[in-house]
C-alpha cells in the first residue's frame, strides 16, 4: 500500500512521535494507523508524547565557536532532572544542537526543528528519538548566534554549563593578553548579570522616565533644596543604577583598587598591547532561568499513595 504525506501527519498528530518514526510505521503495518499506533509504542517512540507536559527546567547550556573564533552560538537544552543533565548521551545531543545552530540561519524555533542534519532527520526527530532513550521529556528552549568579522567571539561556561557566555570584541590585535582579557569580560557577565553592555543599548524614553521618577523622590526627600542639587542627586542615583545594570559601567570585579570599570580595564588592556578594542556586546544563557520549577513535596505523594 503506498504510504501518503496525509497518512504520515495523521500519525504525526495522533501519536507525537517523529515523521521518519511514522511513515516507517505504517509502512512495517502497510497502513494500518491502529497497527501503527501499536508499532509505535512497541518501539518507544510514543514515550515523548507521554512525557511532552511534564516540567523540564534543568539541563544545560553550551556555547561552539567557529574555528576562525569570528562565530559563535549559545543554546540551552533542558531536561527534567539534574541527574540526566550530566548523562553523556544528553551532552552528546546538546553539542549536536549547538553544532546544527551554526550550520544554520534561521533564527525561528520552529523553522530550526525542522532542519536537518546530513543524514537527513530533523531535530524534531532527533530530539524525539533522544527523548524515547533517555526516558525524561526534553525541550530545545532557545539559542542564539553572534559574529564579528573585525575581532573574534569570546566563550565562557561556568560550572559544567549552568551559566554560558559569549562577548563580541571588537580589535585590531589578537593576542594572549587580549584573549585573556576577553575571558575575564565574558566572567565578569556569567558573575554579575548586566543587562545591557552600554548605556547606549538603554531605551531613552525609559531613562527619561526614570529621571523623573528619581527627582519626584528626590524632591520629596529635600523640598527646600534648589534644582541644582535635586538634579545632582538624580544623577548620581541613575549613574549607580547605570553602572549596576551595564556592563562597561560596572566594578571590574578582579580590580585590585575595588573602583576600576570593566570599560577602563578594557581601556587598560588595549594601550598596553597598542591595540583598539571595543566590546560591543554579549549573550548570557542561564539553566533554568525564567521557568517555573514544580515543587516536590515527598511527605505529601507519600500519604497520597496511602490514602489510595
Do not use: W
Not at 565578569?188 to 523623573?212: G, H, N
Amino acid at each position: 500500500m503506498a504510504i501518503t504525506a496525509a497518512m504520515v501527519k495523521q500519525l504525526r498528530e495522533m501519536s507525537g512521535a517523529g515523521m521518519m518514526d511514522c511513515k516507517k510505521a505504517l509502512t512495517a503495518t502497510d497502513g494500518d494507523m491502529d497497527k501503527a499506533v501499536d508499532y509505535l509504542r512497541e518501539n518507544g517512540q510514543m514515550k515523548a508524547a507521554k512525557k511532552a507536559e511534564r516540567i523540564a527546567a534543568e539541563g544545560i547550556c553550551e556555547t561552539l565557536v567557529s574555528e576562525d573564533g569570528k562565530k559563535g552560538v549559545a543554546v540551552e537544552v533542558n531536561a527534567e532532572t539534574d541527574f540526566v543533565a550530566k548523562n553523556e548521551k544528553f551532552r552528546t545531543f546538546v553539542s549536536s544542537v549547538a553544532a546544527q545552530v551554526m550550520a544554520t540561519e534561521t533564527d525561528s524555533m520552529d523553522e530550526f526543528m525542522q532542519t536537518t542534519g546530513a543524514d537527513g532527520t530533523t531535530m524534531q526527530e532527533l530530539l524525539t528519538a533522544q527523548i524515547a532513550v533517555i526516558g525524561e521529556n526534553m525541550k530545545i528552549r532557545r539559542f542564539a548566534r553572534m559574529s564579528e568579522e573585525n575581532g573574534f567571539i569570546a566563550a565562557y561556561t561556568h560550572m559544567g554549563g549552568k551559566i554560558v557566555v559569549l562577548v563580541d570584541v571588537e580589535t585590531d590585535v589578537v593576542n594572549d593578553a587580549v584573549t585573556e582579557m576577553a575571558k575575564n569580560v565574558a566572567m565578569q557577565v556569567a558573575a554579575m548579570r548586566p543587562q545591557y553592555c552600554s548605556r547606549d543599548e538603554v531605551d531613552q524614553d525609559y531613562l527619561e522616565k526614570e529621571k523623573e521618577i528619581l527627582f519626584a523622590a528626590a524632591k520629596n526627600e529635600k523640598p527646600n533644596a534648589p534644582e541644582k542639587v535635586i538634579n545632582g542627586i538624580v544623577m548620581g542615583r541613575l549613574n549607580k543604577e547605570l553602572s549596576e545594570t551595564c556592563l562597561l559601567d560596572q566594578v571590574y570585579v578582579k580590580a585590585e583598587d575595588g573602583k576600576q570599570s570593566v570599560q577602563k580595564y578594557v581601556d587598560q588592556v588595549a594601550k598596553a598591547n597598542g591595540a583598539k578594542i571595543a566590546v560591543k556586546g554579549f549573550i548570557r544563557f542561564e539553566t533554568g532561568e525564567g521557568i517555573e520549577k514544580k515543587e516536590e513535596n515527598f511527605a505529601e505523594e507519600v500519604a497520597a499513595q496511602m490514602r489510595k
